[in-house]
């Protein structure tokens, strides 16, 4: 919840000039799939399953995560 | 009444062996429940980078669509569906020790943050339409529409699977089956809060503004 609340806090428009959007978003996007990746392993108890289950789901996170990240990058104009 | 859930904790004790196998851990044993969930995750991730993609080529629309989302709404959704999984995990975790009747406040609190995540949803689509953004507006709006529509029919079959097991849990097998109907239960639940966990911020935060 204290991350959700940050995300919104740094998306919210509040005075954060010294930062580059880039930088922000990135910043947004990495603790929302750190936030999921909580979820996954803690509330779906993924973390102690087999790694035959486990692995799909770290994938998904890391993947998309990534071209995410790569793909606002592109929108924010530093790729 | 202490009797009758006594009786149950004898029947979930007598767990009959190889029913849970040990090596899933604490997750649920149910395959097709994994299958369903990582398939509606791949679903979901394509259509988050269809948006991102198509943000690029359409800053200034899908910019100033975003502006006109209330973000407040965004975020007390977002806790909503946490409360709610943080109240299936408590339900998961009392069922294994055999407390059923908690377990059924656990899973009714659980249906309760998606029936007002429901509601402000409802009020949220109210407003929007009321100031002319439907669906055929432009493409931020039918990407809205699209994303939160699909999420909005899995809360309902959330909400559907959650309020099952809630009026079923007397009338479930007595055995290592019952954990395994709510940790499943549970799993679907936590799919539907971690999707919006994610479209929050891509729907309502960012890209965060040059300033």
Known sequence: ?????????????????????????????????????????????????????????ELWCVTVCGMLIYAFARITGSV | MHKHYGRE??????????????????????????????????LF?????????????????????????????????????LTGSMSVVIGVGHARKSRLRIVTYCLIGAICTGVLFYA???????????????????????YYYTLTLIHLLHVSVGIGVLTFLACRLNKLPRDGRLVNYIESGGAIWHMVDLLWIALFPLLYLIPVSPF
Not at chain 1, 7 to 14: A, C, I, K, P
Not at chain 1, 28 to 38: D, E, M, P, S, Y
Not at chain 2, 9 to 35: D, M, N, Q
């Open chain 1, 1 to 57: 919840m204290g991350i959700t609340i940050i995300s919104w806090w740094l998306g919210h428009g509040h005075d954060f000039a010294k930062f580059a959007p880039v930088s922000l978003t990135t910043a947004i996007l990495a603790l929302t799939f750190f936030k999921i990746r909580l979820v996954i392993i803690h509330f779906m108890e993924i973390g102690h399953a087999p790694a035959a289950l486990r692995a799909p789901f």
């Open chain 2, 9 to 42: 904790s004898e029947f979930l004790c007598a767990e009959p062996e190889g029913s849970r196998p040990a090596e899933s851990g604490g997750a649920t044993s149910e395959p097709g429940v994994w299958l369903f969930v990582l398939g509606d995750m791949i």
């Open chain 2, 45 to 81: 991730a394509l259509l988050f980078l269809s948006y991102a993609w198509d943000y690029k080529d359409n800053y200034e629309m899908f910019r100033s669509g975003q502006a006109q989302l209330d973000q407040n709404i965004g975020l007390i959704n977002t806790l909503l569906l």
């Open chain 2, 120 to 142: 402000n949803k409802i009020h949220e689509y109210y407003h929007e339409i009321s100031v002319g953004n439907t669906m055929t507006k432009n493409m931020f709006f039918m």
